[in-house]
């Protein structure tokens, strides 16, 4: 056999065996790949409920600055459409007129019935002159009586709120003391329909002087005592 014989069948005997181990290669089955097995989901929390919204209050909102200098319209003020104006609150009732006097009387309660009024009822006062007095019931609109002072003398307030439907003396408790000389032995009541009561009480000592120490407001008086 020739060399070049021999190396041809060398050639072919590699050949074979190099396809041959290709075609092993090829059929070998891959190993199988895991399947990842699903995990148990952990339970969900509960979401928190939001919280409710509130509504906002109606506020005003200021209006942009304009620009021009010279410019004479006003801009209205804005609101949030989604706001609710809150409800209005009740007024407060009115508190009793202050007498054009300047006595407070706003402790003071209406008087319908002036012969069963008692002392003590009323608002004591200090009056003119240092003297000490009360006014009872609560000042109709347009008494006369609210241009009255307590100390002053009779006929300065028959000048003020004119004469009285009716009027007469009485004498008190005082005048029973012995030796009392005080003020208050004696009064004089006067009585204006649709008005009230006014009553004096006389000086101390032996003066004949009267001087207003009561104000009974009572716009249902008869005018007689």
């Known amino acids: 056999m020739t ?4 190396q041809a069948s060398l050639l072919f005997i590699l050949l074979a065996a190099g396809l041959s181990l290709s075609g092993c290669l090829s059929t070998e089955t ?11 989901a952990a339970p969900a929390e509960t979401a928190p ?7 906002p209050v109606c ?8 620009s021009k200098k010279n410019s004479k319209t006003k801009a ?26 300047g006595y407070d009387l706003s402790k003071n309660t209406p008087v319908t019935d002036s012969s069963k009024v008692e002392a003590g009822q009323g608002t004591q006062v200090k009056g003119i002159n240092d003297w000490q007095g009360e006014i009872t019931g609560v000042p109709v609109k347009g008494s006369r009586f609210t241009k009255l002072k307590i100390g002053m003398p009779m006929q300065q307030v028959f000048d003020l709120v004119g004469q009285p439907t009716d009027q007469g003396a009485y004498v008190t408790g005082k005048a ?9 032995t004696t009064r004089w009541e006067a009585t204006y329909k649709g008005q009230g009561r006014l009553i004096f009480s006389n000086q101390a000592g032996f003066s ?13 008086e008869p005018g007689y005592r």
Not at 49 to 55: V, Y
């Open 49 to 55: 409920q939001p919280a409710a919204a509130q509504t």
């Open 208 to 220: 004949s002087g009267q001087y207003l120490t009561w104000i009974i407001y009572n716009s249902n």
């Open 59 to 66: 506020k005003d909102t200021a209006p942009a600055k304009s």
């Open 30 to 40: 891959r190993p199988t790949e895991a399947t990842p097995t699903a995990t148990s």
């Open 76 to 101: 209205k003020p804005t609101q949030d459409p989604a706001c609710v104006k809150p409800a209005p609150t009740a007024a407060k009732p009115a508190a009793v007129a202050v007498a054009a006097s």
């Open 176 to 184: 029973f003391i012995p030796f009392y000389f005080g003020s208050d």
């Open 3 to 6: 060399h070049a014989h021999s």
